[in-house]
């Protein structure tokens, strides 16, 4: 039975189906069946929870369920108000439809702006990580590789630093 070294730090690494396992109970359990699971207590201590890769896991799966879900609803919002154009069905002004559509372009202008702030902060977050703590134990080449590796996965992952 692995025990946990610090307060969040696990002796073991997170096995690829363990983090896999974690995403299902939590996604489809909750987080208190994943906190009582235990499989991962006996392999990774009773707060195994509290490790940083466990919570970014956690919060990565949360983003990705609800993410797909707002989206497909704002699409279809979007779709339907294209329906409202039809001269058919409605009868509209130029000036009507201008300022809504402003309040639209604003609205889409403070998500955008949301996720570039977020990325600022993953990417300063990544830069203190990296040169913050263990800047004695890796070469500038293998930090510019993390950096990389981190970015290349932001945008594999269909989030693009770029509007």
Do not use: C
Request: positive net charge; without cysteine; aromatic residues 10%.
């Amino acid at each position: 039975m692995n025990m946990e070294s610090k307060e969040g730090q696990l002796d073991t690494a997170l096995t690829d189906s363990d983090q896999v396992l974690i995403i299902k109970i939590f996604i489809n359990d909750g987080y208190s069946a994943l906190v009582e699971n235990k499989e991962l207590i006996k392999k990774y201590g009773s707060k195994f929870y509290k490790n940083k890769d466990v919570k970014d896991l956690l919060k990565s799966a949360r983003f990705n369920k609800y993410f797909e879900k707002r989206l497909k609803n704002t699409i279809n919002a979007l779709n339907n108000l294209e329906n409202m154009s039809n001269t058919n069905n409605y009868y509209f002004s130029r000036g009507e439809v201008s300022k809504q559509l402003r309040q639209l372009s604003a609205a889409h202008s403070k998500v955008q702006n949301s996720f570039k702030t977020a990325f600022v902060k993953f990417e300063r977050q990544e830069k203190e990580t990296f040169e913050g703590k263990h800047s004695d134990e890796l070469d500038p080449q293998e930090l510019l590789k993390l950096y990389r590796k981190t970015k290349d996965k932001n945008t594999e992952q269909g989030l693009t630093k770029e509007w």
